[in-house]
């Protein structure tokens, strides 16, 4: 089967999937299948939020398990017959998360909610990298780091 054709079954099953599950309120396909990278060891990569339980403030970042983590896992690596590596929005960092929703949507069923994270994530992300940098800077200026 060509890469199209596999990323268009998997989004497919995943879609068909994901439109008949009432707790997640968005999901995505990510990594190497959303890039047109992915070869024949590669797992496939999605992500889900599921629908909080308070709406403010977005729920990210949280250590909250979600009882439907398992069994989501075990249909999608059975529906897929290939590995599933299932990441849940709700609880990764947002650096994580910001680059997951620039994957391929597989249901957005709540756009208010899904607008909502991905303003959060993304400041959150672009913080954090901004963060990075000065700090990187400020370690070279201080001769932390040696320039070659």
């Known amino acids: 089967m060509g890469k199209k054709l596999e990323v268009d ?8 999937y994901f439109s008949s599950r009432e707790d997640v309120a ?3 396909l990510f990594g190497s299948y959303a890039d047109g990278t992915a070869t024949s060891l590669s797992d496939v990569d999605v992500a889900v939020y599921f629908y909080p339980k308070r709406r403010r403030p977005v729920e990210f970042e949280e250590p909250i398990y979600y009882e439907a983590e398992d069994r989501i ?4 690596d059975g529906l897929l017959k290939k590995e599933v ?3 849940v929005l709700n609880r990764v960092p947002a650096t994580v998360s910001a680059s997951a929703i620039r994957g391929i949507p597989i249901v957005i069923n709540d756009w208010g909610l ?3 994270f991905m303003e959060v994530v993304t400041s959150e992300a672009m913080d954090f990298r901004e963060m990075l940098i ?9 001769g ?3 320039k070659i």
């Open 9 to 16: 079954h998997i989004l497919k099953v995943l879609r068909e």
């Open 26 to 28: 968005f999901s995505f």
């Open 73 to 76: 896992w075990a249909d999608l």
């Open 85 to 87: 590596e299932l990441v």
């Open 114 to 116: 899904y607008l909502d």
């Open 134 to 142: 000065r700090d990187f800077l400020e370690e070279m200026d201080e």
């Open 144 to 146: 932390g780091v040696r």
